[in-house]
DNA sequence: CATGGTCTCATCTATGCGTTTGACAAGATC
DNA sequence: GATCTTGTCAAACGCATAGATGAGACCATG
């Protein structure tokens, strides 16, 4: 739909010592591509010519290592979840626990990108209901008011946590500034840090 | 072959009552249809097929009456912007217009939706930013504390009136709950009242 | 009954994914 | 060293699908 039909651009040089046959490496590359790909454009929107392009592989050898395009993606899940569990530290303040969170996706929105376009697909693998022992622990510790509820509060940080990588034309909208650019991430980083401490009684 | 002179068999007299000519009944299925198909998939992954056959049409409707899928898209769009102003009430306090609008997003969530996919897409047709004069002025009156940021407590109501269309994974994980039931649209209006509440100073 | 806007059917073209084929390079095995 | 196995590339093909098109039928109206 928008304009140029233009394909990423293939990974920088050869490399030519580094060319050999590393199946590992190749994996790598691949799953790296399909991160940016998936994220940018989602699923349906996603060309395994790109995701080889960016890799600077033969698109081949998705089929070869994955088995495909939805292969690649389960993979890209996976991978996911693993990553995500243990991240939680309960002795930070939960502000700045959320701004450290914030920090990661500012640094790497593809995660928060790729999370969002499967909740709208409505393609997500199955995951157990979240733990929020820790999130009760620091509402009975005065971190959060009693009168709301600890799943709330959670959204409330996911949501605003990703809303800079998802809904970046809101923030233009909104702040007149570019989402990308250090002055607002910090302008943004700084709000949010209020609000959260807002949510204490 | 040449040929049987093909006369294209004469649609055994299908519920006549219905069946007219009318292109501006036409125009208005399809839209309905579309926003339908575009809401639960996306741009990418719709397809004019299944929003023909939501209208209950022929697909080539859609390309003599807009001109394909991408007329039909942009189509949406104009008529989402002709629709979205106007819903502001400066009368009323800023948590009860919240829940006005969630109650708007749980009874139609497609808007929602379609608006996030642009967003994740970047395909957002060119929106003016925002007036926040009103936001502004609630802050002078003690709506929103003088520490936040207009903006921020704009996005963050949008986010939240947002969520539970745009993130229904997340609302599971956290809440347990059907983002669809009665029971947690009651207990997440009643939440987020509360927490725009806190907003104030 | 001629006309023009509306609609249908069959078809066309492009694209995307996956597969096949065939060649080659590097290790491993004998 | 000969041979086998695995990883990689390139080009081409098959095949399904999606979106668009063309020719004509239908219908209302003047």
Redesign the interface.
């Known amino acids: 739909?928008?304009g140029t039909p233009k394909r990423p651009r293939r990974a920088p040089a050869p490399a030519p010592e580094e060319r050999k046959l590393d199946p590992e490496r190749s994996r790598r590359l691949l799953l790296e591509a399909a991160m940016d790909e998936f994220s940018e454009?989602?699923?349906?929107?996603a060309r395994v010519q790109d995701i080889a392009d960016r890799a600077g592989l033969n698109k081949q050898l998705i089929t070869y290592h994955f088995g495909g395009k939805e292969g690649l993606y389960k993979e890209l899940g996976r991978q996911w979840l693993r990553r995500e569990a243990a991240f939680n530290d309960p002795a930070l303040p939960l502000d700045q626990l959320v701004a450290r969170y914030l920090e990661e996706a500012f640094a790497d929105p593809r995660g928060t990108?790729l999370n969002?376009?499967?909740?709208?697909?409505?393609a997500?693998p199955e995951?157990?209901?979240?733990d929020?022992s820790d999130l009760r622990r620091r509402q009975a510790e005065g971190e959060i008011?009693e009168?709301?509820?600890p799943?709330?509060a959670?959204?409330?940080c996911?949501?605003?946590v990703a809303?800079p990588a998802?809904?970046?034309?809101?923030?233009?909208?909104?702040?007149?500034a570019d989402p990308d650019s250090p002055e607002f991430r910090e302008?943004?980083a700084d709000?949010?840090r209020?609000?959260v401490r807002?949510?204490a009684s």
């Open positions: 739909m928008q454009k989602g699923y349906a929107g990108r969002a376009w499967c909740g709208l697909a409505g997500v995951e157990d209901p979240e929020l008011a009168e709301i509820d799943a709330m959670m959204l409330l996911v949501s605003m809303a998802t809904m970046p034309h809101a923030v233009r909208r909104f702040f007149g302008h943004y709000q949010l209020r609000i807002r949510l």
